[in-house]
């Protein structure tokens, strides 16, 4: 046991790492650039009138105190990490004065609700398929199933929601193309709005699947294919062990375990395909909030976004990282 | 080589489709310079005309013809990929090779730093850059920001190799003998190496031409500049859908499709060949 | 153990099996002789060595012996038939009459028992999935069954709890010996069992499987290229090389009075207590399988080689001292 909980310690440093990196690394971007924030906002603020000295001295007052570029850069560092910490970024300028954080956390459960279902899917089904089609190599219906799924892999995110918006949205319109939910309903466990959920995400989860189940069933296909050739395949075939026991217990559970660490890795890619395909459907999402705040320059909000999202997948990564020995029994833990 | 990429046309499928998408795409690039118009202004032709004998893509709401933006389109889109995968390969090799030979801490180091770079989702950071440049922001830029976080799956494949390569027998005849290290570097090892930085340039460029037509979609690039993500950002701002005009759409999809498909299709067949196990799986079922 | 009464006291027939490597890619086609028309039989009760060098075609004849054949192998002619139980099963010509006979009649013992056992599972569980379905017991009873066996094979249960890579090489390979032996089957193929493992476990190793043999009364067929286990283990001994079967007779005769040059070279180069006498190699290389010398295969390295040698095959036929040879200069050779 005491060894699993040195497992998780080291696990725990590398993400406390890795979340200490992309949060500097937003840092620098923003405070090293040539462009000042607080320039921008103001003269994105007095472009539409509003050129009264006295109010734009005080404004620029206040957006140096609230970006923090006041002072020297470690100065600014520090600040900045004490304002993560208690997840206080200030507010809101689009809109103003709610805070970011609260903004954020609203938007949240739909990103999260989005990502963990449409990963998990695309992770199980293109696993379930790859495998099978790895193992039964002559299947027509799976080397059917497989070209279909290696056209659509190489597709950039966006090309594929879009295809999906003609096809579903003016060519034979099931799905709603855009929003979390029907407008005027509101939030509770009832079957109109759960059902209005789920038809207007079925959309972007969708794109989301078709966009990652390429890689998940070429990979597994080609680990399958591999372990198949492993003399503890060859033996169990060779003492007449019917396939299928073969195809679950000897091939696919073995060949799953360079998948769970490859679902660990590709969270950052996850998230930035959340990313599109929010903005694509305006789904309410953080990748919604993301661009919507780019658009209108909202400082605080892009920052707070960032931030939050190098945190949260570098968790995310951090928590499949200690399923994997539970489930592998080689790790030798501590 | 020339006899490898006949045997590869001729036996595999998958890359002769490839070739032919690819070349196809090329065709169209090489097309752009001799446009009859000048690609990057407005209103040259009649607008929202629909693909007809003069126009064979027929025309966008601002007045330009839809096949000669496709080319330029292309090739500006191309170039960005090339560019930067071409950046990011030469920073993969370095510090894949680098930390392969060196070895011990300093190898365990820039792998702790490259995996925690990989692990970094790539847009938010991007986005965070143009947001931050906006008015500044240019094509080289945006190049450079995706080099920087592109070369990190590369380098953990290159400096596999190089750790596998280090202990090698042969390796250490050509020590004995005399050869100094970056003479090994070359004369030996990086015929070794080579394959597996084709197979990640293909891959990588796949990438890059997919971040660049995703950012451009999004209209965070230059977008006066004709490129495949542009033109959908504009038929998207002219709300051509609603409006009826499709082709606007309908043809940068198609092009982008075709050009990722033939690139895949191309990685995918040389890494097979390349690859001995599974040239020995296909082997088997036949 | 009762034997039943049979048609033939042959456990094993084996009629001019020819397997061959067909390869077709790019335009050329090349075919690898790997077992080039083999006639051989196994009795009841008996341990049958098969020595030969790498690539001599040992493991493909292994390979078709359990039908496990796959492209680009590929049966081109002959056949191999099993007595099991007085009935006789054609591996080739009725190959669905071979899943039930799998671990019941029929068992392996494979080399580098490393990665032979499923990794990721107990091992309880292979023994379940191998012998489970024949016994058809409850899962205690099965489990008994199980424990006594390994209590005879000096194994203790909670081996049955453990991964395989948490015990050693060889208690791996003990395992592998029960579970090969757990259902009694008339026929134990075993593939190099011994190879990995350094001589004390060796020792141990072999021990144990006499031991077992000797209870059930089974044929084995037992793979290596090391003549001094064949020494320790066969009952008789067949020696292939280039995909043929050159010599074949008991280990005794063959040790005592080799007929074939290649059988008497392989029995010299053992060292011997107090031989201290230069040894000298063989010339030349192994043949080429995929395009092997016309006649007899051992010509171009053989120190007693004739004219006929490279354009006739010299047939198998019964030696000077009672087992089988191809040569036809048999018996010329020094005895070592």
């Known amino acids: 046991m005491s060894g699993f909980l040195v497992y998780v310690a080291r696990r725990f440093v590398q993400f406390v790492l890795v979340a200490f990196t992309g949060v500097t690394l937003a840092f620098l971007i923003v405070h090293l650039s040539p462009v000042n924030p607080v320039d921008q906002t103001v003269s994105l603020m007095t472009t539409f009138g509003a050129t009264d000295p006295a109010s734009v001295a005080m404004l620029r007052s206040a957006l140096s105190e609230l970006y923090g570029v006041n002072g020297s850069l470690a100065h600014q560092y520090i600040a900045f990490w004490s304002r993560v910490a208690t997840g206080d970024f200030g507010p809101s300028l689009s809109a103003f004065p709610t805070p970011v954080l609260t903004v954020i956390l609203r938007a949240i459960p739909w990103t999260i609700g989005l990502l963990t279902l449409s990963t998990l899917f695309a992770w199980t089904f293109g696993n379930v398929l790859g495998a099978l089609a790895g193992y039964y190599r002559d299947s027509r219906l799976l080397k059917l199933a497989g070209i279909v799924v290696t056209a659509v892999q190489p597709m950039p995110t966006y090309i594929c929601g879009l295809t999906l918006i003609i096809l579903f949205g003016y060519t034979w319109p099931i799905f709603p193309i855009s929003g979390g939910t029907q407008m005027n309903l509101s939030p509770g466990l009832t079957w109109s709005f759960v059902g209005s959920v789920v038809t207007h995400g079925a959309l972007p989860a969708l794109t989301l699947v078709l966009v990652s189940l390429g890689a998940w069933f070429n990979s597994m296909r080609s680990l399958v294919s591999n372990v198949v050739t492993e003399d503890h395949v060859v033996y169990a075939e060779l003492a007449g062990v019917p396939s299928r026991t073969i195809f679950a217990s000897y091939v696919a559970r073995n060949a799953m375990l360079p998948q769970i660490t490859g679902l660990a890795l590709s969270l950052g890619h996850v998230f930035s395909g959340a990313v599109i395909v929010e903005f694509l459907f305006a789904y309410p999402g953080m990748g919604q909030l993301l661009i919507a705040g780019i658009n209108a320059g909202d400082y605080s909000l892009v920052l707070g976004v960032t931030t939050i999202s190098i945190i949260a997948v570098g968790f995310a990564t951090f928590l499949i990282d200690i399923a994997y020995p539970l489930i592998d029994p080689r790790v030798k833990l501590g | ?286 | 153990m009762n034997q039943p009464t049979g048609l033939s006291p042959n456990v094993l027939t084996v009629e001019d099996l020819r397997v061959y490597y067909v390869l077709d890619l790019f335009g050329v086609r090349r075919e690898v002789r790997a077992v080039d028309g083999i006639d051989m039989t196994v009795r009841r009760d008996e341990i049958y060595g098969l020595a030969g060098e790498s690539s001599s075609g040992k493991t493909s004849l292994i390979k078709s012996l359990v039908g496990a054949i796959r492209p680009p192998m590929r049966v081109m002619s002959g056949s191999v038939r099993f007595q099991f139980g007085g009935r006789e099963i054609d591996v080739y010509k009725e190959p669905e009459a071979m899943r039930p006979a799998r671990w019941r009649h029929l068992s392996t013992i494979l080399q580098g028992s490393m990665n032979v056992l499923n990794p990721v599972r107990r091992v309880k569980h292979s023994f379940t999935d191998f012998a489970g379905r024949h016994m058809g017991l409850d899962r205690a009873a099965f489990r008994r069954r199980v424990e006594a066996h390994l209590d005879r094979l000096h194994l203790p249960p909670s081996v049955l709890d453990a991964f395989p890579h948490q015990l050693s090489g060889g208690m791996r390979q003990r395992v592998c010996i029960a579970l090969a032996t757990v259902c009694e089957p008339e026929f134990i193929i075993a593939d190099e069992p011994t190879t990995a493992l350094d001589v004390l476990v060796q020792r141990d190793v072999l021990a144990l499987l006499k031991e077992v043999q000797t209870r059930l009364g089974s044929s084995v067929v037992f793979v290596t290229h090391d003549l001094s286990v064949h020494a320790a283990i066969s009952d008789r001994l067949g020696i292939i090389y280039a995909g043929r079967l050159i010599e074949e007779g008991t280990t005794a005769a063959l040790f005592a009075q080799p007929q074939h040059p290649y059988t008497a070279h392989l029995i010299g180069s053992l060292p011997r207590m107090g031989d201290t006498r230069p040894r000298s190699s063989l010339v030349g290389k192994p043949p080429n399988l995929a395009a092997p010398p016309p006649g007899c295969r051992f010509h171009p390295r053989c120190p007693i080689a004739i004219d006929r040698c490279t354009r006739d095959v010299p047939p198998l036929q019964t030696s000077a001292t009672g087992g089988r040879v191809a040569c036809f200069r048999a018996g010329e050779v020094a005895a070592p």
């Open chain 2, 1 to 286: 080589m020339f006899r490898i990429l006949r045997d590869l046309l001729r036996s595999n499928r998958e890359f002769l489709a490839g070739a032919v998408m690819v070349s196809a795409v090329l065709l169209l690039v090489a097309l752009s310079f001799v446009s009859p118009y000048d690609l990057m202004a407005t209103y040259t032709v009649p607008p929202d005309l629909p693909p007809s004998g003069e126009f064979w893509f027929g025309t966008t709401s601002r007045g330009q013809d839809v096949f000669w933006q496709i080319t330029a389109a292309l090739r500006n889109t191309l170039a960005f990929g090339v560019v930067v995968a071409g950046a990011s390969r030469v920073i993969a090799l370095v510090v894949g090779l680098v930390s392969g030979y060196a070895g011990g801490r300093i190898d365990q180091a820039i792998m702790a730093l490259n995996d925690t770079l990989a692990s970094l989702p790539n847009i938010p950071i991007l986005l965070l850059v143009y947001f931050v440049m906006r008015d500044e922001m240019n094509w080289w830029l945006l190049a450079l920001a995706a080099s920087l976080l592109g070369w990190t799956y590369d380098s953990r494949l290159i400096r596999s190799v190089a750790l596998t390569l280090k202990t090698r027998e042969f390796t250490r005849h050509a020590t004995f003998s005399g050869m100094r290290m970056p003479q090994i570097l070359l004369r030996e090892h990086l015929p070794y190496v080579m394959p597996i930085v084709f197979y990640t340039t293909m891959n990588n460029l796949i990438w890059a031409i997919g971040l660049e037509v995703t950012l451009s979609v999004l209209g965070f690039t230059d977008i006066n500049r004709p490129s495949v993500g542009g033109m959908i950002y504009w038929a998207n701002a002219s709300s051509a859908m609603v409006a009826g005009v499709w082709w606007w759409i309908a043809f940068p999809m198609l092009c982008v499709a075709i050009l990722f498909l033939g690139l895949f299709l191309l990685a995918m067949s040389v890494n097979e060949y390349i690859d001995p196990r599974s040239r020995l799986r296909r082997l088997r079922t036949q």
